[in-house]
């Protein structure tokens, strides 16, 4: 069973920074596109962030200038660096794989990020 773990979300003011990580786990042959979502309470859930395995990277509007996500060489870690963090930026974290050929993603449980004002 592939499993994707989140780690690195906290507590932090705005204006501070937090860098997120996500390690992909288990029988995986192949992963292509990696991707940071995050969902507030009564919200859905959005893209953040999200990076193709030749390296085409897309950004949510509200996050461009701020994120960075970015992957290891061997594709199986994900990163997203957060600075200049807002309030807005308060929510559950996650990432999110296509492995094996699979034309649908799998998802981590998430990591909490809360940006206090």
């Known amino acids: 069973q592939v499993r994707l773990v989140e780690s690195g979300g906290g507590l932090v003011q705005a204006g501070g920074s937090l860098r997120l990580s996500c390690a992909a786990s288990?029988?995986?042959?192949?992963?292509?596109?990696m991707g940071w979502y995050r969902q507030a309470p009564g919200k859905q859930r959005e893209l953040v962030a999200r990076i193709s395995s030749a390296g085409i990277i897309n950004y949510a509007d509200s996050v461009k200038g701020r994120f960075t996500i970015n992957r290891d060489n061997a594709g199986n870690t994900l990163y997203l660096q957060m600075n200049s963090l807002k309030p807005e930026d308060t929510a559950v974290y996650y990432c999110?794989?296509?492995?094996?050929?699979?034309?649908?993603?799998?998802w981590g449980q998430g990591t909490q990020v809360t940006v206090s004002s």
């Open positions: 999110n794989a296509l492995v094996n050929g699979r034309n649908f993603p799998i």
């Open positions: 288990g029988s995986i042959f192949r992963v292509s596109e």
